[in-house]
């Protein structure tokens, strides 16, 4: 299967994953960092998607809207 086929098949989406799969497995596979360190900064990035995105950081600004409103 060529470059070209492979993406075609997978559309643009799981080719971007596959892109990211490619990039973070040569990174590891040539120690420019370790799989927990790849692993520690996933996790800080959802730590701060949650916190972006959380419930109470809608109603934060819902509540900061409304006052600003009056």
Do not use: C, W
Request: glycine share 2%; aromatic share 12%; proline share 1%.
């Amino acid at each position: 299967m060529s470059f070209e086929e492979a993406f075609e098949l997978m559309g643009r989406d799981e080719a971007f994953r596959a892109t990211v799969y490619a990039m973070n497995t040569l990174l590891t596979d040539k120690g420019i960092y370790t799989a927990e360190e790849f692993q520690a900064l996933f996790i800080e990035h959802a730590i701060n998607f949650k916190k972006r995105f959380s419930p109470e950081k809608r109603l934060e600004k819902t509540h900061a809207a409304a006052h600003a409103n009056l």
